[in-house]
């Protein structure tokens, strides 16, 4: 069994990322630059935007954080969408979610400007990347993409099945897996909560990508020899050993099944750091005009 | 065995669709404006557009085809393309695809302004569908669909194999039947030309949605006994027995399959008739300004 270091590879790519950018900047170019909204004090938003703060200051970008507390208005947070929109310094920008109850989050997806639109969430940007035409992939999908590449794992023809149905990672992360061009080209199945006969299902494949958000779901009785496990889940799960009270649980429960296949990504320290330099590149993409 | 009858349940939903324009004109609203843009002679172009118009009239539709030769000018197509989009009398308009090789499809369907896109080939109708927003659906997936809905065929939870994966009926169909909502709510495995086990998976399916356009592939021998087949190929075929010159065939070996499913579609009179009546659905949700 072999570890899939997505630390690793994604301290790879943050290199690689911060090298064009010195370049751009020796050629006259200003820095990519990546805003982020934060609504309210979610732990986990919050580490996520403090990474997504970290990963820029890595790879040269300038950032912005903009926070707002609970109690916004869907009105102002989408005025304060329409200012990035506009702020001609700004490539691209997220909104983290998720968001109050109070505020629909798909209206204020579709409030980005595709072209800005660096978490690849926006309508356009789904659909473009299911026709196979250039876009801002969906960062966790786009993660787990590069890392099968990076580990030339074999997609052509394999089984891939995928469980979960999410808009952030099952269904796309499926759309990727199905294209002609690799790594790709897998015969893909979708699994969900209406699924019957799922351990079945998973035991003939030979790549799992379990983003169903259900700690130590799959078990070794699910998996075949040899198959290839990507662990999308982060679960926080309450541990008093730890001195944040918690602990961050993947879908896989990875002491079975380690051992069973032939790589398996690390929760955490496999596709996490791999979701955030997705969106470093796509927000150098941005300030490239690389796409749009 | 029971036959999925389309040119049946089609003509039923044109009588439906007629009634709602009676009471519309009734309301002293306008009749629904479908357009449609054919380019060339091609003979499969000639009889979709001249089904199309007649469903039109079937469903108190007006319709306008605008005719180009095979030498227009990809600029020439856009232009009319604008004039359409701008024009408020039209409500919803298609482009009869394939078009010729020196014109791009992709950039004359990212032309048509997505609340008129009644073919919902457009990116953002694309990606609305997969998210699970209201949209102009695709009209062959959402036929299939329909005809699902319209013969109680339980889908929740049943295997559903995809044999395709084009952006026109492949991809869309598989997105659909994954949807939480029915008919939908399937495990839905792509298949195409990368994939291995065919045979085998789709020996496992309840569901076959064949839409390859390979004449007579899906054989006895992998259908499952009970399965549901729907047949979305319609391949010209040479036949000196017809007066054109050709018969229609589908993408299953439909005499020795027929009597092993539980359903079939046939060639000519399943899928075909429903992906006409899509696009009605379409125009009148259009002129009804349903969804946008």
């Given at each position: 069994?072999?570890?899939?270091?997505g630390?690793?590879?994604?301290?790879?790519?943050?290199?690689?990322?911060?090298?064009?950018?010195?370049?751009?900047?020796?050629?006259?170019?200003?820095?990519?630059?990546?805003?982020?909204?934060?609504?309210?004090?979610?732990?986990?938003?919050?580490?996520?935007?403090?990474?997504?703060?970290?990963?820029?200051?890595?790879?040269?970008?300038e950032?912005?954080?903009?926070?707002?507390?609970?109690?916004?208005?869907?009105a102002?947070?989408?005025?304060?969408?329409?200012?990035l929109n506009?702020d001609?310094?700004?490539?691209?920008?997220?909104?983290?979610?998720?968001?109050?109850?109070?505020?629909?989050?798909?209206?204020?997806?579709?409030?980005?400007?595709?072209?800005?639109?660096v978490?690849?969430?926006?309508?356009?940007?789904?659909?473009?990347?299911?026709?196979?035409?250039?876009?801002?992939l969906?960062?966790?999908p786009a993660?787990?993409?590069?890392?099968?590449g990076?580990?030339?794992?074999?997609?052509?023809?394999a089984?891939c099945?995928v469980?979960?149905?999410?808009?952030i990672?099952?269904?796309?992360?499926?759309?990727?897996?199905?294209?002609?061009?690799p790594?790709?080209?897998?015969t893909?199945?979708?699994?969900?909560?209406?699924?019957k006969?799922?351990?079945?299902?998973?035991?003939?494949?030979?790549?799992?990508?379990?983003?169903?958000?259900?700690?130590?779901?799959?078990?070794?009785?699910?998996?075949?020899?040899?198959?290839?496990?990507?662990?999308?889940?982060?679960?926080?799960?309450?541990d008093?050993?730890?001195?944040?009270?918690f602990?961050?649980s993947?879908?896989?429960?990875?002491?079975?099944?380690?051992?069973?296949?032939?790589?398996?990504?690390?929760?955490?320290?496999?596709?996490?750091?791999?979701?955030?330099?997705?969106?470093?590149k796509?927000?150098?993409?941005?300030?490239?005009?690389?796409?749009?």
């Open positions: 069994m072999e570890l899939i270091d630390k690793f590879i994604a301290d790879t790519i943050k290199k690689e990322i911060a090298q064009s950018v010195e370049q751009m900047v020796a050629e006259g170019k200003k820095r990519p630059h990546l805003a982020a909204i934060l609504v309210g004090h979610d732990g986990g938003s919050e580490t996520y935007v403090a990474h997504k703060v970290k990963a820029c200051e890595q790879c040269g970008f950032s912005t954080l903009i926070r707002y507390e609970d109690d916004v208005t869907e102002e947070l989408l005025a304060a969408i329409q200012r506009e001609e310094s700004v490539d691209g920008f997220i909104v983290q979610l998720p968001l109050p109850r109070h505020i629909s989050e798909q209206k204020i997806i579709e409030a980005i400007d595709y072209r800005k639109d978490d690849g969430f926006h309508p356009i940007n789904v659909g473009r990347m299911s026709i196979g035409l250039p876009c801002y969906s960062a966790t993660g787990i993409i590069e890392l099968l990076r580990y030339n794992i074999n997609t052509k023809g089984n099945v469980l979960g149905r999410s808009n990672v099952g269904k796309p992360v499926a759309s990727l897996m199905m294209q002609k061009h790594p790709g080209d897998a893909v199945t979708v699994c969900h909560s209406a699924t006969n799922l351990k079945e299902i998973c035991a003939q494949a030979d790549i799992i990508i379990a983003a169903l958000g259900s700690p130590g779901f799959v078990k070794e009785d699910m998996v075949k020899p040899g198959a290839v496990i990507i662990d999308v889940g982060t679960t926080r799960v309450p008093a050993t730890r001195k944040s009270g602990r961050l993947g879908d896989v429960d990875f002491e079975n099944v380690a051992e069973k296949c032939s790589y398996i990504t690390p929760v955490p320290g496999g596709v996490g750091p791999m979701t955030i330099v997705s969106l470093m796509n927000t150098l993409l941005a300030a490239q005009h690389a796409i749009y």
